[in-house]
């Protein structure tokens, strides 16, 4: 049976997390929260224990995990040294970014970590989390921590405890509940491309405008580009060619119902959008429509869920997981989505939301 820890979100007490660390130390597998999502953790040099994480997620084991740190000082025990310019720009990153949702990947040091959280390849990625109840359950566990989101494998990754609980009770040691995670989406993957340059592989809490005021070229690998998969740029051959990062060939977050993005003018979206629920509904299917707050007002769904707003994407990242759970909790059977441009976190964004609906796209 899995124990569930109430903890402040912001300043949790002394103590409070130490059964959660003892259990962490001893093999077991915790769920806690980060600034990004929900993360399943376990020491990341137990075998054992990083299996459980594999096996309690359903997840696929040719998908590597992230190592999640409390300090700088472990990065030395995890990988081993650059060349003088790429440690010099992975230190610019670090000093910037960290803690925070940007994950590096780089060369791992030979045994430091389970080559299950590898997944055999010659890299780790590491992040150092902007949350004060991971920093404090690393710190206070001793362990490099390996976590992956802690959803099932194909459920959309958990910004509460509560779907945590829904995809994972039974199965996991522990949650601890901070409350609700804060970007919403995961975090940004890079790797270092040679030289001053970094290469996106999969996008996320960190905006490429961001990592372009630290690294002199931002380039992305195929599926991670802006309009990969979107049905501009991105095309099925993206999609095919094998991704740097493992996990972005994997269909994820797809709720129950076939859902469908919509692309074009806002007016042409909606009347399209009011004309395909119109049409589903009298062949007797639930529809519901993922709307920003700007547009809600206009669909008649049986259940029409705000994302967020179009003026401020960050509350959209935050409430995208969410609403595609709140779909399936509502037997939702057809889903049509609004999209918005993809600059800032509207490229996260959407990268989620075209994965979500199968890169269904329709351009009105
Ligand atoms: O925000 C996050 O990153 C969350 C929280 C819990 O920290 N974690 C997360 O983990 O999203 P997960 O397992 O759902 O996604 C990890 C991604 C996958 O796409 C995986 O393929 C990639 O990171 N990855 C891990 N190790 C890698 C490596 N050595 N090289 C390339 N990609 C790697
Ligand atoms: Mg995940």
Avoid at 97 to 103: H, K
């Amino acid at each position: 049976n899995t124990r569930v820890w109430q903890v402040s979100g912001t300043a949790p007490q002394a103590g409070e997390l130490a059964e959660a660390a003892a259990l962490m130390r001893e093999g077991g597998t915790i769920a806690f929260p980060t600034e990004t999502v929900y993360g399943l953790g376990a020491d990341a040099r137990r075998t054992e224990a990083v299996e459980r994480i594999f096996g309690a997620k359903g997840r696929p084991s040719d998908n590597p995990l992230i190592v999640h740190i409390a300090d700088t000082a472990q990065l030395a025990e995890l990988t081993l040294p650059l060349g003088a310019e790429e440690a010099a720009l992975a230190e610019r990153l670090m000093a910037r970014f960290w803690p925070g949702p940007l994950t590096l990947v780089l060369p791992v040091k030979p045994g430091a970590v389970s080559p299950r959280v590898t997944a055999g390849l010659d890299t780790v990625a590491v992040r150092m989390p902007a949350h004060p109840v991971a920093l404090q359950l690393i710190a206070e566990s001793g362990c490099p921590l390996a976590a992956p989101s802690a959803n099932r494998s194909g459920r959309p990754s958990p910004t509460l405890a509560a779907h945590v609980r829904d995809d994972l009770s039974g199965r996991i040691d522990g949650i601890v509940d901070g409350g609700a995670a804060g970007v919403g989406l995961e975090s940004t993957v890079v790797e270092i491309a040679g030289g001053d340059s970094v290469r996106i592989l999969r996008p996320g809490g960190v905006t490429a405008e961001a990592l372009r005021e630290v690294a002199a070229h931002v380039a992305y690998d195929a599926v991670a580009a802006p309009g990969a998969g979107m049905g501009e740029g991105g095309t099925a051959a993206d999609a095919a060619a094998a991704p740097r990062s493992p996990g972005m060939k994997y269909a994820h977050y797809a709720p129950q119902g076939l859902m469908q993005l919509v692309k074009g003018e806002p007016d042409a979206v909606s009347a399209y959008i009011r004309a395909e629920t119109a049409a589903a509904r009298e062949r007797g299917e639930r529809t519901g429509v993922l709307a920003f707050a700007e547009h809600a007002a206009r669909y008649d769904a049986d259940c029409v869920l705000v994302v967020g707003s179009l003026a401020q994407l960050e509350t959209a990242a935050h409430g995208l997981y969410g609403a595609l759970r709140e779909f399936d909790a509502r037997g939702v059977q057809r889903i049509w989505a609004e999209t918005c441009p993809e600059h800032g976190i509207g490229h996260a964004l959407m990268n989620r939301l075209a994965k979500a609906a199968g890169h269904a796209v329709v351009r009105v």
